[in-house]
């Protein structure tokens, strides 16, 4: 067994010292990326275990608990080297009706890490706040982030408020999160999505050349 396997099956465990020692050994031996792949592919246990009545929602918490603290070790490995930078402004949150923050606080480190000014609007934001803080901060770019199924409509709806603001063409929106899809994105009316930060990182360089 691979120490990615060991880390999928004890975040799927939920045993917490477990994670937490094996993160950091794979820390010191290769990437941060791939462990925290391997704890994304254990919370898939976990959402699996808990749709299947074996996990209640305790579960769910303590396992987001787990995930912050993981997040908090492979953060500054995560965030090295995060590009030429830019000064450039994002409005980043999670949408309407999604409390899930785990994914979007990991945006949020390798923006930052790009010098991004980052204007985190937090969770379950509303179109109309997402339309005013863009206004408010003359952003350019809007990150989504959302772990529901219910998260699309939240976008779907966002896109839709900008467009009704007259400010669609001034700004560049990238979505991202579990149920994205490219399919999704055509939904929603987005310009770009990735399941991958880094990848949403590197658009964002580009929109702000
Ligand atoms: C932890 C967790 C919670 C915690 C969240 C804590 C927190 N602070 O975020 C708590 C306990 C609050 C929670 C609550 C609920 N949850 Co929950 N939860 C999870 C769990 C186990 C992990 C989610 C997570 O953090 N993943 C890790 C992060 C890193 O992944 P991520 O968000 O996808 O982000 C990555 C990428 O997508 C990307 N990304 C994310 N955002 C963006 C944005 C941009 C711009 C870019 C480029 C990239 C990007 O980058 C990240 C890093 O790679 C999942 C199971 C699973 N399979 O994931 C269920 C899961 C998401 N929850 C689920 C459910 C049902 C609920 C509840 C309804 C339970 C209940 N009955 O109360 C509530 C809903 C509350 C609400 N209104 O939001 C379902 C969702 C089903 C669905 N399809 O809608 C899941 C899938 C479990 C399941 N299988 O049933 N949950």
């Not at 606080?105 to 010098?115: D, G, P, R, Y």
């Not at 206004?135 to 467009?163: N, P, Q, W, Y």
């Amino acid at each position: 067994m691979t120490i990615y396997d060991k880390i999928k099956t004890a975040m799927g465990e939920l045993d917490e010292d477990e994670v937490i020692k094996l993160v950091n050994e794979a820390l010191e031996s290769s990437g941060a990326s791939d462990a925290l792949t391997a704890c994304q592919e254990g919370l898939n246990i976990v959402g699996d275990r808990f749709t299947e009545g074996e996990y209640f929602v305790s579960d769910l918490i303590f396992a987001g608990d787990v995930m912050g603290q993981v997040v908090g070790i492979l953060k500054p490995a995560l965030a090295a080297g995060g590009g030429p930078g830019t000064a450039a402004k994002v409005i980043l949150c999670t949408v309407k009706g999604d409390l899930h923050d785990i994914g979007k606080n990991i945006v949020k480190s390798l923006l930052e890490a790009s010098s991004f000014e980052v204007i985190d609007l937090g969770i379950d934001v509303t179109p109309e706040n997402i339309v005013a803080a863009a206004k408010e901060h003359d952003a350019k770019i809007i990150a989504l982030s959302g772990v529901l199924t219910l998260a699309i409509d939240a976008m779907k709806d966002t896109v839709e408020a900008l467009k009704k603001e007259g400010l669609r063409e001034q700004v560049k929106v990238i979505i991202g999160g579990a149920p994205v899809s490219a399919e999704v994105a055509e939904l929603v009316g987005c310009d770009a999505w990735s399941l991958v930060p880094q990848e949403g990182v590197k658009i964002c360089l580009e929109w702000s050349k």
